[in-house]
């Protein structure tokens, strides 16, 4: 059981948006900065967004996060077949005093 | 370039231990934070341990508490984690990751463990 609630699973067409839901509490998401990772089995976890909003370098803006309150999301525009990958959320948790993350979102590309 | 270079994993009994290593370079490695995050097959990410940049402080998630350690040597630009009592639930794959400020950041492939019942 993840501490971050994320969808199981995403699907849509090529050159469509697809969103995913990341829902926390007021010890994570509520008051620390979110981060967005895709992973590709056999890959290190790549960092798509961090502190709420931010593209690494290299990061297509296809790629866009937001806020609010607990709850955060990822947006992916355009959709192309290269993006099929689990996607995470994560963040800081201050109750804990260590990292959470969601339980990972499986896009597909039809 | 920065580059985090996990080893040390392998097949294993149930009760037995395994130290897994984290080689870095590319980075001052003196001056961050470390974490240890696994993902068990068909599972999500799952946080472990974290120390800080002096190796004064860990922290580690309930899941592995009093069972791994968490440790670093900074002349050695290496971060280790210490496994004993491996149980079956502990089989997965095993990243290190440097703490980036606001988030984790990941660069290895990581290292498979096996625990065998």
């Known amino acids: 059981q993840s501490v971050l609630t994320q969808p199981h699973s995403a699907s849509e067409t090529p050159g469509q948006r697809v969103t995913i839901s990341c829902s926390g509490s007021s010890s994570n998401i509520g008051s620390k900065p979110v981060t967005w990772y895709q992973h590709v089995p056999g890959a290190a976890p790549k960092v798509l967004i961090y502190?709420?909003?931010q593209r690494p370098s290299g990061v297509p803006d296809r790629f866009s996060g937001s806020k609010s309150g607990t709850s955060a999301s990822l947006a992916i525009s355009g959709l192309q077949s290269d993006d099929e990958a689990d996607y995470y959320c994560g963040a800081f948790d201050d109750s804990l005093n260590g990292w959470v993350f969601g339980g990972g979102t499986k896009v597909t590309v039809l | 370039q920065v580059q985090l270079v996990e080893s040390g994993g392998g097949l294993v009994n149930r009760g037995g231990s395994l130290r897994l290593s984290c080689a870095a370079s590319?980075?001052?490695?003196?001056?961050?934070?470390m974490s240890w995050i696994r993902q068990a097959p068909g599972k999500g990410l799952e946080w472990l341990a974290y120390i800080t940049s002096s190796g004064t402080y860990t922290n580690y998630a309930d899941s592995v508490r009093a069972r791994f350690t968490i440790s670093r040597d900074n002349a050695k630009n290496s971060l280790y984690l210490q496994m004993n009592n491996l149980r079956a639930e502990d089989t997965a794959m095993y990243f290190c990751?440097?703490?980036?400020?606001?988030?984790?950041?990941?660069r290895g492939q990581g290292t498979l463990v096996t625990v065998s019942s």
């Open positions: 590319g980075f001052t490695f003196s001056n961050f934070y």
């Open positions: 990751a440097r703490e980036d400020g606001t988030h984790l950041n990941f």
């Open positions: 502190n709420n909003n």
